[in-house]
């Protein structure tokens, strides 16, 4: 395989930008800066930020079984024109991943699209039932990165606690949505919005509740647990307290709380139902200062394609979810320009964060690391349009709104992905 060099541009290298040279072969990252062998390619990145793959610790592909919403081979390029290089995929697909034929068909009609690294996320229980524990050691070795129940609740506590002692004997990573079943009987944060349009309501409780059980229990059990799209104030104080009380867990916000509020809701605008619900002002910037000092590790997309049919219904009706992929790079970027957060910072959140919560080697420019690499124009001005939207969903609120910064490369295992 032949050698490539990345020339001229602004490299993040550890947590700060530096001038240098990426050079690149068979797949790998072989040398940063000066290097004796000429290449046999170049890429000029002269004016641009060359930064690791972004990595998206949980979205929905929909396939298997829901191609009518979105198909792998949709979704993986919608994440790498958003500099997307590694998905991991929530296991609520139908069939359900709890059998290694499941995973192996992901892994089959990932390998068949365009590049990006698809990690399936094992069932954490037969069927998401939430009853029986899935076979995830066997998940394990068939190719799963973590284990989940997705959306779908865990009401036995019993259970849960089987399923954290299970995972910490083999040293396997738990994903859990905290969200008590009972307070989460709603469709709309508990607050003025919801009480003005008659919204059933969610309370930010009902977070919060199943939250403290959880990390009771990871206390008791010694589990490594990822709590998974934080929405709430007292959400990031929980997870704060327990990383202080060298309790093993992660945490992560998916990047629509980081912008959307209750008050999107106030139109009684479908495309912003969402799940967690989008809570108060007061949440959102708690999420955003959890973002910037690290309590929340990382930043996904919490991608939820639909059909739009499903959103052109009254609020309540509608299904819940926003489909992220191709408007991600675009917020992460506006995110640094409207906050006092760094760029550097961010970039980590969605690059070396999700690699160190999940033991993976990509997400940093270091030797020996995969060569999954992002060249980003900052000067690249663009206005968001469903009508360019290459995910099948098509369910975002984000239509008209400027970003400015763009991909040029996506590159993924040394292989130009996009464009």
């Known amino acids: 395989m032949s050698t490539t060099a990345i020339t001229n541009g602004q490299c ?31 890429i000029d990145a002269h004016g641009k930020l060359v930064i690791p793959g972004f990595i998206d610790c949980y979205a929905r592909l929909r396939e298997p079984g829901f191609e009518k919403s979105a198909t792998i081979a949709h979704e993986t390029k919608a994440a ?67 284990f ?18 299970y995972s910490a004997g083999f040293d396997l990573k738990l994903i859990i949505a905290p969200q008590d ?4 009987d ?18 930010a409780a009902a977070e919060t509740v199943a939250l403290s059980q959880l990390i009771e229990l990871c206390y008791q059990t010694g589990a490594s647990v990822h709590f998974s799209r934080l929405s709430s104030h007292r959400g990031v104080q929980l997870v704060s307290q327990a990383k ?76 819940p979810g926003i489909s992220s992929l191709d408007s991600f790079m675009g917020l992460l970027l506006k995110l640094a320009s409207e906050t006092q957060i760094p760029l550097t910072t961010l970039i980590a959140r969605a690059t070396t964060g999700p690699a160190d919560c999940f033991s993976l080697k990509q997400g940093r420019l270091q030797i020996d690391a995969p060569a999954d690499i992002n060249i980003i124009d900052t000067d690249a001005d663009w206005e968001f349009s469903l009508e360019t939207m290459l995910s099948k969903g098509k369910n975002s609120p984000y239509h008209g709104w400027d970003f400015t910064g763009a991909l040029s490369h996506t590159i993924i295992n040394g292989q130009l992905i996009h464009p």
């Open 80 to 146: 790498a024109r958003s500099g997307i290089t590694t998905i991991m995929c929530a296991p609520d697909t139908d069939p359900v991943t709890d059998e290694p034929a499941t995973v192996e068909l992901i892994k089959r009609r990932a390998a068949a699209a365009n590049g990006v690294k698809v990690l399936p996320i094992g069932a954490l229980t037969t069927g998401l039932g939430g009853k029986q524990l899935g076979e995830m050691l066997t998940l394990s070795e068939s190719g799963c990165i973590a």
């Open 12 to 42: 993040l290298i550890g947590d700060a930008f530096v001038s240098t040279t990426i050079h690149y072969h068979d797949g790998r990252i072989t040398a940063i800066g000066d290097h004796d062998t000429t290449p046999d390619h170049s």
């Open 181 to 184: 079943p009972w307070l989460s």
């Open 148 to 165: 989940s129940n997705g959306d779908h609740s865990m009401e036995n506590t019993q259970v849960i606690r089987r399923a954290m002692e």
């Open 244 to 319: 202080k009380d060298n309790i093993s867990v992660t945490a992560d916000v998916g990047i629509d709380h980081l912008f959307l509020t209750e008050m999107d809701t106030s139109d009684f605008n479908s495309l912003c139902h969402t799940s967690p619900p989008l809570r108060s002002r007061r949440d959102l910037e708690a999420l955003r200062e959890g973002v910037a000092t690290g309590v929340l590790d990382a930043i996904c997309s919490n991608h939820a394609p639909h059909e739009l049919d499903s959103k052109l219904t009254p609020f309540a009706e509608s299904e």
């Open 186 to 203: 709603g469709v709309a944060h508990e607050g003025s919005v919801a009480t003005r349009l008659g919204f059933r309501a969610i309370p």
